[in-house]
């Protein structure tokens, strides 16, 4: 039952082969069991069979939806109505949100089942899980390295089964860096395509919820319900929200890949470059040309993302200031003893690290050499990504320079942290879509395919990597001690 | 004031938008709800919640450059003002600062009939902060949010102002113009319009500036004009005794006439701006500027001019009368009704009926008499039913409101005589009752004749028709 996909589970509540009550409780279950991986910040057992019940009944009047009955989780950056909503961080250790972001509310629209909140680093903010206010979530492929991050719980618990399917977010890479790392299919989509409503914001320019699940079609499905316009989101699109399911099986036939030769070049592991070698060839096989192209602007995604990201963030998490919810501190001496102990106590190391760094680039005297150049390097990419989408169909290449790493490797050494989004990052400055789909092992660690499309060419990357998943069985396999 | 020196005000007017709903969220913007029913998850600035742009004080905001004939920017962007208060939600202001959406403009004020034109440098929408409440919370502050989140429009004016009186001139003619344009309800005590004005002072003939100070939140006509004479004092006496002005922030205590200093310029803060990116660029295309420019009322400067074009009033009563938009309208529906002559309605209007709404205390828009029975009024006037001085009576039965000019005539009888019968057989036993009097007339002291006028009056209690009783009394006294 927990290896079954979204649309074979949707069969069975239909064919009665089982109840969404027992499939939920039997997740739950299951969540229980695996209490050790650290997936999970809250369980909210109690709603989840609620859901189930509800979902029951609505499969009974045979009015339900795909998702209506299926256990998911939601990452724990999405507020949601009731329940703790954390961020992964003690400053929310104590919010109970009092409404539900619009990625919630639809798939409660769509009766799916929330088996909880899952972990994540501390507002999103880290590549290994390890900020998290709530502990490391450890990687189920080995339980001594990281999940990635900072969607680390999702990509856990799906690559696990504590959850047919999770939501993520991704602002660097924090989607499809884990997925990569927990061996699952990550779609991070347009800028624009999923609402941010109820999402906590991290840096508000490229934020962007997605589906983390174990299939592609699966993560169309999720997608389907995620996407659209929302008019309490400015920044979401008002564009028509294709079928993602309908172009699947499309063939590759013709299909134009671009191969940035700065995806493959120093830092990049050699065991995880053959795996992604060997994954390009696959698709050749189907179908595909592949050509080398350049994007030169890439070198200086990172520190370009390591201005705008903590710029945003220092604004974004002023609102964290102990007068109306939150994290307060005992017994202020006055305001200012208020604001900086509540905020001192309630964040941890590396949030602080961010504000500090956002609050720095922002100041009089240093925007226009920071904030402003950052900008322009942001155009630059851009235009990089613009250029190569005109001339290629999508680009491929890693998603991270090496597997998932040792628990307490990198924590201590922020540079080298960052350096594990590389492939990634640029993504989120150009808004455009990007998946990791599971593409093999090195030394027993999975590896993730990036594959990068142009602006709301979603369906286009799940047609590819469902087409890699038809004649692949990577992402069906599961990790020891979890099948 | 010490003529050796030159005041340099510049004033920034806050004034609130009168939307319905807040400018970044649906909440409502009506003022005085019990302490935070009017914020909602957008207000309180809950993490998750995002901002979307009010179309309506965008609109309002266009109207206003419009009527201050300035730049509307095409493309403008909002930014967030970083600074941590308890009443200020999310830590940060949303405003703008590079591209604000109103830029170079003007007004045109009047100081003892002399005109000025003062220089309007940008205005740009931004929210308001809630509110902190002192006293009453055992040693702690209150925060009120239900302001948090209403549109407010900051109307910056180039340093042009040379005394406290054309700042009060510019300030009146500031709010005369946004309640005439319908974008903000003035009401100062509520805090709907409110300025901050940055005050320096140089010896005269110096070209650069001095150091200015920023008062702080003045809310009155009477604090602006104290507080800035206040401030402007404070300065001169200050370097004239070897002192130096420092840029700081002072704050006005109207209970005290004093400005106190609240922070200097290496106290104040690094706002950090950057622009939100929660919200798209405001796009302003001509289409829409030529709806507004359609739907554009007609100024205070237009109507005035009209006024004294079309109805021939005189400076005085055109001013008073197109000082509210709801004035000028009154006045209009009067003329329209009445038939009368404009300058008799003028009079009316700006004399009788204005003096009684001040007496009372009352608006044009609450006037127990209403356009249509002060028309009533006017125009049994002008068709001489009644006389001017019985109308006068009328008008204070008509000010109880229940009933109309032709009710209170007819039933009090008021109706002018203009039977020459009746008024002819009145002159003829007051010329007899008098005749030393017609003697004295007719040796030559005209004067004697109002006696006549006034004893013919008397005797029909004000009935009769003035013009008629004239002309009767001077054939039979020649």
């Given at each position: 039952m927990y290896n079954k996909t979204i649309a074979e589970l949707a069969k069975g509540l239909r064919s009665g082969e089982f109840s969404s009550v027992e499939l939920t409780s039997a997740f739950l279950d299951r969540i229980k069991q695996h209490?050790?991986?650290?997936?999970?910040?809250?369980?909210?057992e109690d709603l989840a069979l609620q859901q189930a019940k509800a979902a029951d009944l609505r499969l009974a009047t045979g009015e339900?939806?795909?998702?209506?009955g299926i256990p998911m989780a939601q990452k724990d950056i999405f507020c949601t109505e009731?329940?703790?909503?954390?961020?992964?961080s003690k400053m929310l250790d104590n919010f109970i949100a009092p409404y539900n972001a619009t990625v919630v509310a639809k798939f409660n629209d769509a009766g799916a089942v929330m088996l909880g909140k899952l972990n994540m680093d501390e507002f999103a903010m880290?590549?290994?899980?390890?900020?998290s206010y709530y502990g490391s979530v450890k990687n189920p492929?080995?339980?001594?390295?990281v999940p990635g991050g900072s969607s680390g719980g999702s990509a856990a618990a799906v690559a696990a089964r504590l959850a047919v399917c999770a939501t993520g977010t991704d602002t660097g890479g924090s989607i499809r860096q884990p997925a990569a790392l927990c061996g699952i299919t990550g779609l991070k989509p347009?800028?624009?395509?999923?609402?941010?409503?109820?999402?906590?914001?991290?840096a508000s320019s490229l934020d962007q919820g997605g589906p983390m699940t174990r299939s592609a079609e699966d993560s169309a499905i999720m997608l389907q319900t995620m996407a659209g316009f929302d008019d309490?989101?400015?920044?979401?699109?008002?564009l028509p929200v294709p079928?993602?399911?309908?172009?699947?099986?499309?063939?590759?036939?013709?299909l134009k890949i671009g191969l940035p030769k700065e995806f493959f070049?120093?830092?990049?592991n050699s065991d995880v470059a053959a795996t992604i070698e060997a994954a390009i060839d696959e698709c050749r096989k189907l179908g595909a040309t592949v050509t080398e192209i350049s994007m030169?602007?890439?070198?200086?995604a990172i520190p370009a993302y390591y201005v705008i990201a903590p710029a945003e963030c220092s604004a974004n998490l002023?609102?964290?200031?102990?007068?109306?919810?939150?994290y307060r501190c005992e017994n202020p001496a006055d305001l200012t003893d208020l604001y900086t102990r509540s905020r001192g106590e309630g964040f941890g190391k590396e949030v602080k690290r961010r504000i500090l760094m956002g609050t720095y680039a922002l100041s009089a005297g240093y925007y226009d050499a920071y904030y402003i150049k950052a900008q322009k390097i942001r155009r630059l990419i851009s235009e990089d990504f613009k250029r190569a989408l005109s001339e290629v169909d999508v680009m491929m290449g890693?998603?991270?320079?090496?597997t998932a790493f040792g628990?307490?490797?990198?924590?201590?050494?922020p540079i080298e942290m960052y350096l594990s989004d590389i492939y990634t990052i640029a993504i989120n400055l150009a808004g455009v879509p990007a998946m990791s789909v599971p593409a093999g092992f090195a030394k027993g660690l999975p590896v993730g395919l990036q594959i990068i499309g142009n602006y709301f060419a979603e369906d286009k990357l799940l047609n590819i990597a469902h087409q890699y998943q038809q004649v692949t069985d990577w992402h069906l396999r599961i990790p020891k001690g979890f099948e | 004031m010490n003529s050796q020196w030159e005041t340099v005000i510049g004033l920034e007017i806050h004034a609130q938008l009168?939307?319905?709903?807040?400018i970044f969220s649906g909440a409502s913007t009506a003022y005085?709800?019990?302490?935070?029913?009017?914020?909602?998850a957008v207000d309180l600035g809950l993490p998750g919640v995002l901002p979307v742009l009010n179309e309506e004080a965008v609109r309002m905001a266009v109207v206003f450059g419009m009527a201050v004939e300035a730049h509307i920017a095409p493309y403008s962007v909002f930014a967030r003002k970083n600074y941590f208060y308890p009443d200020l939600p999310k830590g940060y202001q949303i405003s703008q600062m590079e591209l604000p959406i109103v830029g170079i403009g003007h007004l045109d004020i009047d100081v003892d009939g002399v005109n000025k034109r003062i220089g309007i440098t940008r205005a740009h929408l931004e929210e308001d902060a809630g509110k902190s409440l002192h006293g009453s919370f055992h040693g702690l502050t209150g925060i009120d949010?239900?302001?948090?989140?209403?549109p407010l429009l900051e109307i910056v004016s180039e340093p042009?102002?040379?005394s406290a009186k054309e700042a009060v001139a510019y300030m009146r003619k500031m709010h005369e113009l946004v309640r005439y344009l319908g974008?903000?309800?003035?009401n100062m005590q509520e805090g709907s319009f409110r300025c901050d004005a940055n005050v320096s002072v140089r010896p005269k003939g110096q070209k650069e500036f001095g150091t200015r100070a920023e008062i702080k939140n003045i809310n009155s006509f009477r604090f602006v004009e104290k507080a800035i004479n206040h401030e402007v004092e404070r300065q001169i006496e200050l370097i004239e005794s070897g002192g130096k002005v420092v840029q700081e922030t002072r704050l006005y205590d109207s209970d005290k006439d004093e400005t106190r200093s609240m922070r200097s310029k290496e106290e104040a803060?690094?706002?950090?701006?950057?622009?939100?990116?929660?919200l798209l660029p405001v796009l302003i295309d001509e289409d829409f500027k030529a709806q507004i420019k359609a739907q554009l009322p007609e100024l205070p400067q237009a109507k005035k001019q009209r006024f004294k074009d079309?109805?021939?009033?005189d400076e005085e009563n055109a001013t008073l009368l197109t000082s509210s938009r709801q004035l000028a309208d009154y006045f209009e529906t009067v003329v329209k009704e009445s038939g009368c002559v404009a300058k008799i309605c003028a009079n009316w209007v700006t004399g009788d009926l204005l003096a009684a709404l001040n007496k009372a205390g009352l608006e044009i828009t609450d006037s127990p008499v209403s356009h249509e029975r002060l028309a009533g009024l006017l125009k049994r006037i002008s068709d001489d039913t009644i006389s001017g001085k019985i109308a006068k009576q009328v008008f204070e039965e008509l000010w109880q409101g229940t009933a109309t000019a032709d009710q209170i005539i007819e039933a009090k009888g008021l109706k002018q005589i203009t039977d020459t019968g009746a008024i002819e057989a009145i002159i003829d036993k007051i010329i007899a009752d008098n005749l030393d009097q017609v003697e004295q007339y007719r040796s030559?002291?005209?004067?004697?004749f109002g006696f006549f006028v006034g004893q013919v009056m008397k005797e029909m209690q004000g009935k009769a028709n003035p013009g008629e009783v004239n002309k009767m009394l001077k054939d039979k006294l020649k």
């Open positions: 209490r050790s991986l650290n997936a999970y910040i809250t369980v909210t339900a939806e795909l998702l209506t009731g329940v703790k909503t954390s961020c992964g880290g590549s290994s899980n390890e900020t492929w080995d339980t001594h390295t347009t800028y624009g395509r999923v609402s941010r409503y109820g999402m906590i914001a991290y309490k989101d400015s920044t979401s699109v008002d079928d993602y399911r309908a172009g699947l099986s499309n063939s590759l036939e013709g070049g120093e830092g990049l030169p602007s890439l070198k200086l002023s609102r964290f200031d102990g007068v109306r919810f939150g890693p998603v991270t320079p090496s628990i307490g490797e990198k924590i201590g050494n | 009168a939307t319905k709903s807040k005085g709800a019990e302490p935070n029913t009017q914020a909602c949010l239900n302001r948090a989140g209403t042009e102002m040379s974008i903000c309800d003035g803060n690094d706002y950090r701006y950057f622009p939100d990116p929660d079309d109805y021939a009033l030559g002291k005209d004067k004697v």
